[in-house]
């Protein structure tokens, strides 16, 4: 059974941090891109980062370059997103997600809130 778990969300102020993990199971991890998404209210859902191949070679949204960074643990099919100087911007569900072709799998979701 296929399964993508977030955790590491909740409520942070503005300048805070938060990482944020996405732990798979049920497939072969290390051959999939792995993607950050983002969906605020009633906002559609954005690519927030990617990271993908044998180097884990990343791409970022320019509103998170230089303050997310996108990382991998294959030993523990686990991708991470620390988040570093959040703002009230970054409120969103986070979501998880392994890409590879035609098959495409999503975690259900971890709330960030950026408040003070």
């Known amino acids: 059974q296929v399964q993508l778990v977030e955790s590491g969300g909740g409520l942070v102020q503005p300048g805070g941090s938060l990482r944020l993990s996405c732990a798979a199971s049920?497939?072969?991890?290390?051959?999939?891109?792995m993607y950050w998404y983002r969906q605020a209210p009633g906002k559609e859902r954005a690519l927030v980062a990617r990271?993908?191949?044998?180097?884990?070679?990343?791409i970022y949204a320019d509103s998170v370059t230089g303050r997310f960074t996108i990382s991998s643990d294959n030993a523990k099919n686990t991708v991470y997103l620390q988040m570093n100087s959040l703002k009230p911007e970054d409120t969103a569900v986070y979501y998880c997600n392994a890409y590879r072709g035609r098959v495409s799998y999503w975690g259900q979701g971890t709330q960030v809130t950026v408040s003070s």
């Open positions: 049920g497939f072969t991890f290390s051959g999939y891109a």
């Open positions: 990271i993908t191949g044998p180097d884990g070679s990343t």
